[in-house]
């Protein structure tokens, strides 16, 4: 997925993706917001009534959030949150142009206003994946992890249910660091909800299933940093990269 745009618009971080415009996540004590440009102007117009209606009213079996959806707050640019505000942009797209069976997936940064420690960042890298065609569930989405983890050496795997507006069902997914003596969190993923494809023209029944990993605790494990201080940022030591082999990737 083109990923190169770290500004993204409110409509397509949050709105597009059936998160209301009050939740928490929105507020600037979550979220960097920009002044200047601090709004777009460009969104799809006859999108942006659909979203707003479900939002507003519901729609495709659910009663939505009974609120006054607001055009200013979809209008504004932050820095994005999430890599899933490309996610909903590529499914727009795809609408569009005439569904067919997709594969998407990307690894780039993403920004979130919240306090550093050992195991969070302000800024960090995410891996972004979904799989669109007709009749996946959520053990298709249990699988892609076993083997993408079990194929770095990551056996130790659980999962939990979670909430997200825009996935249901949801999960988390952990990974047991040896060295912390703890479960992580490396991840989040679901099935994304009616909400948010059937306003976007997708067939209905088409499911996808998609998943959002953080790529630093996924290294912190592999390689017994305790600290991710350590691995991303001005403290990093030049001699852990001199060290390990580089890993290129080919693409098919």
């Not at 993408?148 to 825009?166: D, E, I, Q, V």
């Not at 003596?181 to 499911?207: A, C, H, Q, T, Y």
């Not at 494990?221 to 030591?237: A, E």
Request: proline share 6%; glycine share 8%.
């Amino acid at each position: 997925m083109p990923t190169n745009n770290f500004v993204e618009s409110s409509f397509w971080n949050f709105d597009a993706l059936f998160q209301p415009q009050q939740h928490p996540a929105r507020d600037s004590h979550d979220t960097f917001f920009l002044q200047v440009p601090s709004t777009t102007k460009t969104l799809p117009e006859d999108y942006v009534e659909r979203v707003k209606r479900v939002h507003e009213f519901g729609g495709y079996g659910s009663r939505g959030y009974e609120y006054d959806w607001k055009r200013e707050e979809a209008e504004k640019n932050l820095l994005r949150t999430h890599t899933t505000a490309v996610s909903s942009r590529m499914l727009y797209l795809l609408a569009q142009e005439g569904f067919a069976p997709k594969r998407y997936f990307s690894i780039d940064r993403v920004f979130r206003n919240e306090a550093v420690d050992r195991t969070h960042l302000a800024e960090f890298h995410q891996i972004e994946g979904l799989v669109c065609d007709r009749g996946l569930t959520l053990g298709d989405l249990i699988g892609v992890f076993n083997d993408f983890f079990g194929r770095l050496g990551m056996s130790k795997l659980k999962f939990k249910p979670a909430y997200n507006p825009y996935t249901e069902p949801s999960m988390e997914i952990f990974g047991y660091h040896e060295g912390l003596k703890k479960w992580v969190e490396i991840g989040n993923s679901g099935m994304f909800r009616p909400e948010m494809l059937l306003p976007m023209g997708l067939p209905e029944d088409v499911r996808v299933i998609a998943w959002g990993l953080s790529l630093e605790r996924p290294t912190m494990i592999l390689y017994g940093v305790d600290n991710i201080r350590d691995l991303f940022g001005h403290k990093v030591d030049i001699s852990l990269i001199k060290r390990n082999p580089i890993c290129r990737i080919g693409i098919e």
